[in-house]
């Protein structure tokens, strides 16, 4: 996997005045999904093992987004059912990890969704 194209200025600039900690936290998260899901070959997809719940939980992302100023939101399917979690911004803690696909399926799009409360 090539890290070499992730720009991590971004981790050491001051945030901007009109930017909220989740508005950074979803950038950098969107830039890591989408670097690790163009490093997988055509057989596996992007997955989030969550890591704090007492146990390990693997959830297929299908959307991310935030809502203003602390709250990262995570939709995708757990054990096949359809799921969403809401997290604090303190509380982020997660392994991207790949999953196996189904070959008759094109690869899961990600959406990356700002500002999630005004849709």
């Not at 057989?43 to 299908?62: C, K, Y």
């Not at 959307?63 to 911004?89: A, C, P």
């Amino acid at each position: 996997m090539n890290f070499g194209s992730l720009d991590y200025s971004a981790l050491t600039r001051p945030l901007p005045a009109s930017r909220s900690y989740s508005d950074t936290q979803f950038e950098i998260i969107k830039k890591y999904v989408l670097d690790f899901q163009s490093s997988l070959d055509k057989d596996h997809d992007v997955a989030l093992l969550l890591t704090n719940f007492g146990q390990s939980v693997i959830m297929e992302v299908t959307e991310i987004g935030y809502e203003e100023s602390v709250l990262m939101v995570f939709r995708g399917y757990v054990n096949g059912k359809m799921s969403t979690l809401i997290q604090h911004i303190s509380q982020l803690n997660f392994l991207i990890t790949s999953v196996s696909k189904n070959p008759e399926k094109p690869r899961r799009k990600i959406g990356f969704t700002a500002h999630w409360a005004e849709q």
